[in-house]
Structure formats: structure tokens, C-alpha cells
């Protein structure tokens, strides 16, 4: 079992830059187990910054960052990235990139075993893709692609798992899908932040929420932030449409 | 004696057997270790380590004979991984940078080699190897300058297919980018020291780059990448080293080994490229 009660991701006071450039600061949150974050801001916000200082890509220079015992630096963190710029010739199949996902959990000289084999063949039943599964990874559609990120994250069994704008492009089905495995990692105890431009879905799967612009704007339950107060203030330079339902942040792929 | 005979009888000749060894350790290491070069894209820091590391050569033959070769190489190839390796992890170095210090580097080896005129036919012997004349000593140190790069990658095999694939989120596996690349490349300059004592500086790249790009014109399938690249380095030295001796003996012309087996590299990558073009050309 996992631990509850200590928080998959805690950061106090935490600052990112890229060189002398701050990026981003004033950053106060919290993910437990089982909770999945909304990250939202406008392009250049910032929301990219915060996952590359999650993953220790670039550091934080002023305050702390925690992960609990089944997430961090060494256990390792699923990240489904948003367009993953690889070599489309690059000679490995899908079923290979899934296994990636096991690599930290294998020993130095041990090869992968059943537990291995088999959490890849789940990963890739999960995400739908089992017909292609010793396909050539390049040779998929940039959504089976996309899928396949998925399955190589879930096959990692992380602590806390980072997806990257997850629902660009997908279509209802697809988007459906990942809905529910959001609802079942949650249910597995699996942290999980997400950045999204779609507040439908801030509130569909998400029990927090996370305004960036620059500097945090605003976090708490998903409830008490998403204000149009809030909105206003992190959307300042786009004008934001409301009305019953959605919210359409014009310039994005709403749905 | 006919190229047919040399390249089963001549091999029972000490030195012929001695070159085949080390040629076939090398093969087996730089395959591995030239797979990743090409996955990676790194032969341009691979020709760049090599010229970085002609100056160690230079010097540690001129101050102790072949014997120091391997010292001076060591060094200047630690002192140039670890400058490179932090360069381009910091992206501070572009390529033209790269380009000017390490022709610098080897300019100033062929200075150092032309200003000491006690070692005749030095400056020939580091730049085309002396595969036919290596020393029992300078065999052993060649073998195990290759093998010790050859465990570096497999220790991280798995570290350096995913960082090749996909280096975001291998660091998010918790994978610490430096390491990965910093091994890499510190085996990629050990094979370069080895290769550069048997097939000498000029001639390392063929050894060392051709088979992972061969392998990537034959396999689509990442183990038959590795398979194809050493069987290729394999195949090439038995080749290369028969023609070489066959040629000399007939010939009565000294050919250095080195070169012959740099030629089979390339006239091997020549053939799988032309199967390659035929066989797209048939499906088409």
C-alpha cells in the first residue's frame, strides 16, 4: 500500500529560471496520493517551467520541493510528454518504448522477468494499442504514438505522473479513455498533475487546481479557484468567452 | 600467396594472428559503441574526440616511444570527454566552436611529432596505425583499453537506449542526463585510444562509425542493430588484414593493415547500401 498521508509532491516558496531568466515563482502546492492537479495558464505561462523543475531538468532556485516515497528524483516520475520530438526511424517497437517504463525497477544485471513482460502487455491493453504492439514505435499515427507515451508512463507505476496537455488532439473515444485511466491511477493512489487548457476537464477529473502566469496565481480545491475572478486575472491578455457550460480560451483547441 | 590462402593460412604468422586479435576485440567494442554513436548522432564529437586525442599520441610517443602512446592518449581523451561533455550539456559549444579547438588540437600534434627528429616514420605510424608491427604489450593494453570500454556500455545498455530514444524522459526516469552521456562518451574515446594504436588516428572513424551506420541500413530491429554492426567489424578485419598481406607479399609494397581494413569497412557499407537501394526499388 501506498502511503497516504505524506504528499506525492510539495513545493514551498519555489522559484524556476532558466539561467538568469526566472520563469516562474511564488510556487505553493500540494499533491497527495490519488489527487490529480489542474495546471493551467496561458501559452508561455510557465506550465512547461514547472514540469521540467518536477523532473529536475532545470532547478529550483529558491525554496523546497518534497516527493513522497513512491515518487521522485530516484524512483522516477511518469511524464507523458506533449509532442515528443524523436527520431520517427529510430528502430525500436512500441512494446520496447513501453519497457522503458520498467528500466528503473530492473536491477543492474537482472533481464526483464514476468512481472516486466506482463506489466507492458497490461500497459498496452490499457491504452488500446495491443494489435500494434511490435510495431515499429515511428511508424504509428502521432495518436497511437501519444497512447503509447501513456502506456510506457503506466508501465513505470509511478508515484506521480506528469501529463502534458494529454487531451490535445484526441477524439471523443480516445478522450474518454484517458478520462477513465486518470479515475483508475487515481484510484491506485498515483498523484497526478496535469496541464490542460480545457477547464471542462479541470473539473470533470481534477480535485485541485493550479493558476500560473508568470507566478502562481492561485491553488487550492478545484472549487474555490476556479473563479472567474481567477480567470480574469491569469487569462488578463486573452479575452475569455463564458458561457453555460465551457469555457473557450479563443486561440486553443477547445472542446 | 593468393588472397584466398592469406585469409585462412596467413593468420598462423605470429604477428598476423596478433593483429587479428586485436582487430576482432576492437570490432566487438566499437560495433556496440558505434550503434549508439548513430542513434545518438554523435559522429561529429566522435571525429572530434579524435583529433583531441592526437596530441596525447604525439606527445607520449615522443617522450617515451610506443609504450607512451597509450598514456598521452588516455590523458588527452580524459581531459577532451570531460571538456565536451560539459559543453555540450551547458550548450555553450556550436559546432564551428568545436570544429576550431580540436583542429587546433590536432595541429598541434603533428608539431609536436615534426619538431622531435629522433622518431623517424613517427608521425606515419600515429596517423595509419601499425597493426602488422603492434608488440605483444601493445596488444594486450589495445584488448583491454576495448573491453573496459566495451562494460562501460553494457553496465548502462539500458540507460543509453532510452537517453537515445527519448532523453526527456529518460531524465524523468530518474536517469541523470551527465552520466548517461558522460560514459558514452568516455567509452567512445577509450575505443578511440585502442583504435588509434592499431589502425592509427586517421583511420579510427572507419573502424569506429562505419558498422552502426551499415546496421542502420540492414536491421530495423534494435538487437539486430548490434548484430549487424560487429559481424560487419568481424568480417571487415578478417578481410582487411588477409587483403592487406596478400597485397604486400605479392605486391612487394609495404601496405599498411590499418588501411586495408578501413577500405573493407566502407566497400561493406557500400554493399548494403546498394542492397538497400535495390531492394526499396524492388518493393516500390
Not at chain 2, 564551428?96 to 627528429?117: D, E, K, Q, R
Not at chain 2, 549487424?228 to 588477409?242: H, N, Q
Request: net charge neutral; with cysteine.
Amino acid at each position: 500500500m501506498r502511503n497516504i498521508s505524506t504528499p506525492a509532491l510539495a513545493i514551498r516558496g519555489g522559484a524556476l529560471s532558466y539561467g538568469t531568466t526566472t520563469a516562474l515563482t511564488d510556487i505553493d502546492i500540494t499533491v497527495m496520493p490519488g489527487e490529480a492537479m489542474a495546471l493551467i495558464g496561458p501559452n508561455g505561462s510557465g506550465k512547461s517551467t514547472l514540469l521540467k523543475g518536477v523532473l529536475g531538468l532545470i532547478p529550483l532556485v529558491e525554496g523546497t520541493m518534497t516527493f513522497g516515497e513512491s515518487a521522485g528524483a530516484d524512483t522516477g516520475i511518469g511524464y507523458l510528454p506533449q509532442t515528443e520530438h524523436i527520431d520517427p526511424e529510430f528502430p525500436v517497437s512500441l512494446k520496447q518504448v513501453v519497457m522503458m517504463g520498467r528500466y528503473r525497477k530492473l536491477g543492474l544485471f537482472t533481464f526483464p522477468g514476468k512481472a516486466d513482460r506482463h506489466a507492458v502487455k497490461k500497459a498496452i491493453a490499457d491504452v488500446g494499442l495491443t494489435n500494434v504492439a511490435n510495431k515499429r514505435f515511428g511508424s504509428l499515427s502521432g495518436g497511437q504514438q501519444q497512447r503509447g507515451f501513456l502506456a510506457r508512463a503506466l508501465a513505470s507505476e509511478p508515484g506521480l505522473l506528469l501529463l502534458d496537455e494529454p487531451f490535445n488532439g484526441l477524439d471523443q473515444p480516445n478522450r474518454d479513455a484517458l478520462l477513465q485511466t486518470i479515475r483508475e491511477l487515481k484510484a491506485a493512489g498515483v498523484g497526478i498533475i496535469v496541464t490542460t487548457h480545457d477547464l471542462d476537464l479541470a473539473r470533470e477529473v481534477c480535485d485541485t487546481v493550479l493558476f500560473v502566469n508568470g507566478r502562481q496565481i492561485a491553488f487550492g480545491p478545484k472549487d474555490d479557484v476556479l473563479t472567474l475572478a481567477n480567470l480574469q486575472e491569469v487569462f488578463s491578455d486573452f479575452q475569455v468567452e463564458i458561457d453555460e457550460h465551457t469555457v473557450v480560451v479563443p486561440g486553443h483547441e477547445g472542446h | 600467396m593468393n588472397f584466398l590462402d592469406a585469409l585462412t593460412t596467413a593468420f598462423a604468422l605470429p604477428f598476423m594472428g596478433r593483429a587479428l586479435i586485436v582487430m576482432l576485440v576492437l570490432s566487438v567494442a566499437a560495433g556496440v559503441i558505434g550503434v549508439f554513436i548513430n542513434l545518438r548522432g554523435l559522429e561529429f564529437l566522435s571525429d572530434g574526440l579524435t583529433h583531441a586525442v592526437f596530441p596525447g599520441l604525439a606527445a607520449g610517443f615522443v617522450l617515451s616511444g610506443h609504450n607512451g602512446v597509450l598514456i598521452g592518449a588516455l590523458i588527452a581523451a580524459a581531459a577532451a570527454t570531460i571538456v565536451l561533455t560539459l559543453m555540450s550539456n551547458n550548450k555553450v559549444a556550436s559546432d564551428a566552436t568545436t570544429a576550431i579547438v580540436l583542429t587546433a588540437m590536432f595541429s598541434i600534434g603533428v608539431i609536436i611529432v615534426s619538431a622531435s627528429s629522433g622518431r623517424a616514420g613517427g608521425l606515419e605510424q600515429l596517423l595509419f596505425g601499425h597493426l602488422l608491427t603492434v608488440t605483444d604489450t601493445e596488444a594486450i593494453t589495445t584488448v583491454v583499453v576495448s573491453l573496459i570500454a566495451l562494460v562501460l556500455v553494457l553496465l548502462t545498455f539500458r540507460r543509453q537506449v532510452f537517453r537515445a530514444f527519448d532523453s526527456v524522459a529518460s531524465a524523468a526516469a530518474g536517469y541523470r542526463r551527465v552520466v548517461t552521456e558522460l560514459v558514452l562518451n568516455v567509452a567512445i574515446a577509450l575505443v578511440i585510444v585502442a583504435a588509434s594504436n592499431a589502425v592509427g588516428n586517421l583511420l579510427v572513424l572507419a573502424v569506429l562509425i562505419v558498422p552502426g551506420a551499415l546496421s542502420r541500413l540492414v536491421s530495423n530491429r534494435l538487437g539486430g542493430l548490434f548484430v549487424v554492426a560487429i559481424s560487419a567489424g568481424l568480417l571487415a578485419s578478417w578481410i582487411g588484414l588477409a587483403a592487406g598481406f596478400s597485397i604486400s607479399v605479392n605486391g612487394g609494397v609495404d601496405v599498411p593493415g590499418g588501411a586495408t581494413v578501413a577500405l573493407t569497412f566502407i566497400a561493406l557499407y557500400a554493399i548494403a547500401l546498394i542492397v538497400r537501394v535495390i531492394r526499396k526499388g524492388a518493393n516500390a
